[in-house]
């Protein structure tokens, strides 16, 4: 009963969790594109009123003219859009699903198999929200020291590349590869909320209580909430790679499982910056941004490639010593896996999750050969190819059981005992 309800759990929260994220990222490219895309006025009053940039926009059957002041408005309008809670709402429910779906579990999920007494759960959830919480106040401290200093924002990328490639190095020899990967998204996005609840909106707040008081507006304020609200852009698509990427086994596996995640994440923020700066191109203010497109691409193919399986080469069988006797069977083929082989290893490690008699994650059963007959290719791709199956690898499957099913499914896959 614990399972089912924590599945329904995992579900809803995944929906509340992609539902708000959808909505947080499309605001916040909205108001990038907004920001790069504004020109300067042409009508006389609105350059008295104190605009400093519009932009005429097409949608939905409606002409649509947003404006952005300098400081601030002649007069405050009663009425404002916040944007926040869309930030809050997905930290909220990410955490929610982090808990639900490794914190819970955190001896099956966050313990390396590989060493099962490396830590405790205590130790292993500890370790965890460390991750969230010392990414954010080193972040938060370097954007603070050098953020506002001649040529800051690239000595902040600079610190921030470093600091990232360091936590990724430890996550992945910490943690197993999935839950590395996991907790590398989740590290970031905390800190793409935490710039919101501790810089953005208490700077907005800030001076919106200044003109309501009739006081002068500290600039400052705008500066920093666009300082964070650009980095928060950049990190957007590294952190949806890193939530996405634990579905692919291949991927948080490899043995350099720590490179491949700073090469995809590279990639995704060079993409982002070639779509920022596509918008000021077409405006004349900057040169064509596909050699950052170029770059995310090349990485991605260079990951690709590094990653590519090789097949190992066919080793001929020797020559059989003598015939059989008549009568008897036939020798198997050298290296060929039958089913009382691999049906060890199901046993072992799948039917725990994949059993007629208890649990059928996605009605899949192996625990007998009629059942497993129906589910080979699935055996083979979800074992084999992406190993992702066994689900966080909570009793350390390895390179030559993995092999074994394998050889098994190439084989015919025999289910004969």
């Known amino acids: 009963m614990e399972s089912y309800l924590l599945d329904w759990a995992n579900l809803l929260l995944r929906w509340l969790h992609v539902i708000t994220a959808i909505a947080w990222v499309g605001s916040s490219f909205y108001f990038v594109f907004l920001d790069s895309s504004l020109t300067p006025p042409e009508d006389e009053d609105l350059k008295k009123q104190g605009v400093s940039g519009e ?233 064509h941004p596909w050699p950052y497109a170029a770059v995310g691409i090349a990485a991605i193919i260079a990951v690709g490639i590094w990653l590519k399986p090789v097949d190992k080469p066919a080793v001929a069988a020797p020559a059989p010593a003598a015939a059989p006797a008549a009568g008897a069977p036939a020798a198997a083929a050298a290296g060929a896996v039958g089913y009382d082989q691999v049906s060890k290893i199901f046993a072992q490690h799948c039917v725990v999750c994949h059993s007629s008699a208890g649990l059928a994650q996605k009605n899949v059963k192996l625990d007998s050969p009629q059942e497993v007959a129906a589910h080979t290719q699935q055996i083979y791709q979800q074992v084999v190819i992406l190993k992702k199956m066994p689900f966080g690898n909570p009793d350390g499957i390895n390179a030559d059981e993995r092999d074994q099913i394998k050889r098994w499914f190439e084989g015919g896959a025999p289910t004969a005992p």
């Open 55 to 287: 932009l005429w926009a097409l949608h939905g059957g409606g002409f649509y003219h947003p404006v952005k002041f300098n400081v601030s408005p002649p007069k405050l309008p009663d009425h404002l859009h916040w944007f926040y809670w869309e930030s809050y709402t997905t930290w909220l429910s990410g955490f929610a699903l982090l808990t639900v779906s490794y914190l819970w579990n955190a001896k099956i999920y966050l313990v390396n198999p590989a060493d099962p007494n490396a830590m405790s759960s205590a130790a292993a959830i500890a370790a965890a929200l460390s991750f969230l919480v010392v990414f954010w106040l080193l972040y938060d401290g370097i954007c603070r020291i050098f953020g506002q200093k001649k040529n800051g924002d690239a000595i902040v990328g600079g610190l921030v590349l470093v600091l990232v490639c360091i936590a990724a190095y430890l996550a992945t020899h910490i943690f197993p590869g999935q839950a590395a990967f996991l907790l590398m998204g989740a590290m970031i996005a905390t800190s793409m909320s935490a710039n919101v609840f501790f810089w953005i909106i208490p700077g907005q707040r800030t001076v919106v209580r200044a003109l309501r008081e009739g006081k002068p507006v500290d600039p400052i304020y705008g500066k920093r909430g666009k300082q964070r609200s650009v980095h928060n852009t950049y990190f957007t698509l590294p952190v949806l790679f890193a939530m996405l990427s634990n579905h692919y086994g291949w991927l948080y596996n490899h043995p350099q499982n720590w490179l491949v995640l700073i090469g995809m994440m590279f990639a995704g923020a060079a993409i982002r910056q070639f779509f920022v700066l596509r918008h000021g191109f077409k405006l004349g203010r900057n040169s």
